[in-house]
């Protein structure tokens, strides 16, 4: 089992910056991929950024150049730091941990994000 926990959500004026952090805990394996998505009312979940064990990044479209994800092995912990911040960023974001096809996924609770106009 894995655990994850999101903090840094809250509420931002447009052009504004966040950082979300994502802690893992428990049976944690070195080789995971860990990824943020958001989830916008009304809409489906989205891939936003996703950081494989050794830092190797990608990102969708509408956030490059404006969000970068990082990570502490060590800490077991994945950030999200997000700048240039729109009112179409507004969503909850999840954390995701992946450690392989043949194994579970594990999602945190959530994070809401507000970017207001």
């Known amino acids: 089992q894995v655990q994850l926990v999101e903090s840094g959500g809250g509420l931002v004026q447009a052009g504004g910056s966040l950082r979300l952090s994502c802690a893992a805990s428990?049976?944690?394996?070195?080789?995971?991929?860990m990824a943020w998505y958001r989830q916008a009312p009304g809409k489906q979940r989205e891939l936003v950024a996703r950081?494989?064990?050794?830092?190797?990044?990608n990102y969708a479209d509408s956030v490059k150049g404006r969000f970068t994800s990082s990570r502490d092995n060590a800490k077991n912990t994945v950030y999200l730091q997000m700048n240039s911040l729109k009112p179409e960023d507004t969503a909850v974001y999840y954390c995701?941990?992946?450690?392989?096809?043949?194994?579970?996924?594990?999602w945190g609770q959530g994070t809401p994000v507000t970017v207001s106009s």
């Open positions: 995701n941990y992946k450690r392989g096809i043949f194994y579970p996924d594990y």
């Open positions: 428990g049976s944690i394996s070195s080789g995971n991929v």
């Open positions: 950081i494989t064990y050794g830092g190797g990044t």
